[in-house]
């Protein structure tokens, strides 16, 4: 079973003059575990194609399959349950880390597994295993305001993997590190990924940052212009 | 993990100045309800104490509380003899302004029949009043101690006893004497016109062709005692047996003319309805006007709150986090927020309440009714804030 299936995939927005289209026609399909960079300039849909994916936008038409379930076919069915499927399929990582600024290191990542349904004590103990593997063991009771970039984007990644999602969408999960923070953020994502068997996407600017991925998908004007595998 | 005080715990000065102010506004909520029963209690306090079932007044008055009424004593004998009566006896009420140690005060002054009806309720300290003259009960309130003198109508009362928190219906404490001294005080102003009027009298009667010279100076002193008698009452309060017939007791003095006999709970009526209606109302409208402020605050605040956090609810939304988490962090919020101010003015008033001048009477039934209110504003003032976060979109968490 493919992790994700994408068919067509297209997001339009506005009419007439002021239509844009920002996804054209994706198709692809990606294996659990497996590594996908997306590259293009600003405005060539690379975040569109993640929050189509991520049911935060309603693509206009084409399909989406996640792990198996039909969660976009010309738009979005009308039973499904978003946040369900967002809480147990996906896990999100962005560019502004997006923590919870009155909740501590160890309480954003709790939050992700209460979500679904794990009690506190164990939620808690899980959640200090994972940070203390990104290596945040000691800065766990700090609030976002008082952990570095870096170590904030950590934190991210923690809470997106707390559920072991199939699937994991980041966009530009590096841009606000510097190189060596990117590095090294970058690396710990590909490596909990691989761990989690979850297949991740992961969109960046950033050439360096690609290597050990298993596919790079280029995008411009909304479709993809080229596709390499490593 | 609750979402909801860990923001709060965040924001813990904002939250707690925000607890006080309404903590204090609540207090004041809770004590105009303590105003207005007590200013219920003081209005019937002299009513309660005396326990009558029928107080009967002059016609067409509304006495001896509400307006004047002015009957002879000796109606008592005739209202002891009404089937059903078992006791009754006459009461004096008079307001007395007078001065001590340069400065005025005013008192309320009740006459009873000693043995009858009226007197004063529980003594707190010292006794009740032992002889026909000269002693006087006071309201511990008038801060007159035990033994002390006080001159009224040119006659000095030894003060024997203390009532505690006994007041007239207009808020002055309250003071016993005999019934006798009572209407010489009351009467004291009008010696020399009673010499008048006297002598005016056996003019009169001198000057009838029936009488002879000397039968008129015998008829003179008794006249006038008739004529001009201070054996004048407030009312004759009486008390039924039990059993008895309350209607057909009322209806047969009511058959006397010149006489109205009111039930207590007329009294109570027309002490409660046309006396403290008004404040009742005033009073009333300032909760309403205040509670509809605590809810404005509360809203504005929760709303503010949630504003703030519009981007930690899309994150939320974003990875999935139910509504009903989301609902239970503005709702628990705001009701916190009340129910810490309930408590906050609560205490305030509970520390207070007895250093008000007048009574305030903290019933727990306005409590809990009160505290029943706070919590459907705080649900109500959440409402504008919740439903700005049910609108978040999980897609405002990813901008830049
Ligand atoms: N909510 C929106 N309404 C209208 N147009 C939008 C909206 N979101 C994106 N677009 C447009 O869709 C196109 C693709 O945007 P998208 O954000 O996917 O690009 P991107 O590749 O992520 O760019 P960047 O590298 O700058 O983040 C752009 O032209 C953008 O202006
Ligand atoms: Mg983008």
Request: overall charge positive.
């Amino acid at each position: 079973m493919y992790a994700v299936q994408i068919e067509g995939l297209t997001k339009i927005y506005g009419s007439g003059d002021t239509k844009v289209v920002a996804l054209a026609d994706a198709t692809f399909d990606v294996t659990p575990g497996e590594l996908v960079a997306i590259l293009g300039p600003s405005g060539s849909g690379k975040t569109t194609l993640l929050t189509t994916i991520g049911l935060v936008t309603e693509p206009t038409r084409g399909k989406v399959v996640l792990d198996g379930e039909l969660i976009a076919d010309n738009g979005w069915p009308p039973s499904l349950d978003l946040k369900r499927v967002r809480r147990e399929k996906l896990g999100f990582i962005f560019q502004s880390h997006n923590l919870i600024p009155f909740l501590t290191a160890v309480e954003n990542v709790m939050i992700a597994l209460e979500n679904n349904g794990m009690g506190t004590k164990e939620a808690r103990a899980r959640s200090i295993t994972i940070l203390e593997s990104l290596g945040l063991g000691h800065r766990m009771d700090q609030y976002p305001a008082l952990l570095s970039g870096g170590e904030s984007q950590r934190t991210a990644i923690a809470r997106a993997l707390a559920n072991r999602p199939k699937v994991i969408l980041a966009d530009e999960p590096t841009a606000a590190l510097d190189t060596e923070n990117g590095r090294h953020v970058m690396a710990l994502l590909k490596k909990l990924a691989v761990e989690n068997n979850s297949a991740i996407l992961v969109v960046t600017h950033d050439q360096r940052m690609v290597e050990g991925f298993d596919r790079i998908f280029t995008f411009s004007d909304g479709r993809i212009v080229d596709e390499k595998r490593n | 993990m609750n979402l909801a005080l860990r923001d709060i715990r965040h924001h813990q000065s904002r939250f707690i100045q925000t607890c006080l102010g309404l903590g204090l506004l609540l207090g004041v909520v809770m004590s105009m309800g303590g105003i207005y029963r007590g200013l219920f209690t003081d209005a019937t306090a002299i009513l309660n104490s005396t326990a009558a079932d029928l107080w009967v007044v002059q016609q067409d008055t509304t006495g001896p509380f509400a307006a004047t009424s002015r009957i002879p004593e000796d109606i008592k004998f005739r209202i002891r003899a009404v089937p059903g009566v078992e006791q009754a006896s006459a009461l004096s009420f008079q307001n007395i302004q007078s001065e001590r140690n340069g400065t005025p005060f005013r008192f309320f002054l009740v006459g009873y029949e000693l043995g009858g009806l009226g007197g004063p309720p529980a003594i707190v300290a010292g006794r009740p009043i032992g002889q026909k003259h000269y002693e006087i009960v006071v309201d511990r309130a008038m801060k007159i101690a035990l033994g002390e003198q006080l001159r009224l109508a040119g006659d000095d009362y030894t003060v024997v006893g203390h009532t505690a928190k006994m007041v007239s219906s207009a808020g002055d404490p309250v003071a016993y004497v005999t019934l006798a001294d009572a209407q010489k005080i009351q009467f004291k102003d009008d010696n020399n016109a009673i010499r008048n009027s006297r002598e005016k009298l056996a003019d009169q009667l001198a000057r009838l062709p029936i009488l002879s010279r000397s039968q008129a100076d015998q008829l003179t002193p008794q006249v006038a005692e008739i004529v001009g008698s201070t054996h004048i009452a407030n009312t004759v309060v009486a008390r039924l047996a039990p059993g008895a017939d309350l209607a057909l007791a009322q209806e047969r003095i009511n058959r006397w003319n010149h006489f109205r006999p009111l039930t207590a709970k007329d009294q109570e009526h027309i002490l409660t309805e046309g006396m403290i209606k008004k404040a009742k109302m005033q009073l009333g409208l300032f909760r309403a006007i205040l509670l509809v402020i605590s809810g404005v605050i509360i809203s504005l605040i929760i709303y503010t709150m949630t504003l703030d956090k519009l981007r930690v609810i899309a994150t939320l939304k974003l990875i999935g986090t139910r509504n009903r988490v989301i609902v239970g962090l503005i709702l628990q919020q705001s009701l916190l927020m009340g129910m810490i101010a309930y408590a906050i003015g609560l205490t305030l008033i509970e520390l207070t309440h007895d250093k008000f001048p007048r009574r305030v009477d903290l019933v727990a039934i306005d409590l809990q009714l009160l505290f029943g209110i706070v919590v459907l504003i705080c649900i109500g003032a959440s409402l504008v804030g919740i439903r700005k976060a049910m609108r978040v979109e999980p897609a405002e968490a990813l901008g830049g």
